[in-house]
């Protein structure tokens, strides 16, 4: 898959998930007027449901934060992985090659810790 695939891929993710929280948004205002129509008969109980819903609406708020973040999250890996498998390609490098490779600095690493505490 070419950059720009890439590229146009990881915008469409991030543009549905941006249509989502517009909609959910508009969803919440649209329960608001309703729910505010409604509300005319109750006579006092306004306040309490508009609180209510409020609360609600915060409580849907953070949950759609939460899957639009988790996805923008699997979407930068998804990205950030193709873009280092693009750069082995190009520069030669076999995975296993370079899998191997830090492995030895992690160990090359360990050996000169171990030495500096001595």
């Not at 007027?33 to 209510?52: C, D, I, Y």
């Not at 899957?67 to 873009?83: G, W």
């Not at 082995?88 to 690493?109: F, P």
């Amino acid at each position: 898959m070419s950059a720009n695939n890439v590229k146009e891929t990881a915008k469409r993710v991030m543009e549905n998930g941006e249509q989502l929280a517009r909609n959910i948004w508009l969803a919440g205002l649209g329960v608001y007027s309703k729910s505010l129509e409604e509300a005319q008969g109750l006579n006092g109980k306004t306040t309490e449901l508009f609180e209510e819903l409020v609360t609600r609406g915060q409580e849907v708020e953070y949950a759609t934060r939460q899957k639009l973040e988790d996805k923008k999250e699997k979407a930068s890996d998804k990205l950030e992985t193709r873009v280092n498998d693009l750069f082995l390609k190009l520069s030669g490098i076999d995975r296993k090659q370079l899998e191997d490779m830090n492995e030895k600095l992690d160990k090359l690493a360990d050996a000169v810790e171990s030495l500096s505490k001595k």
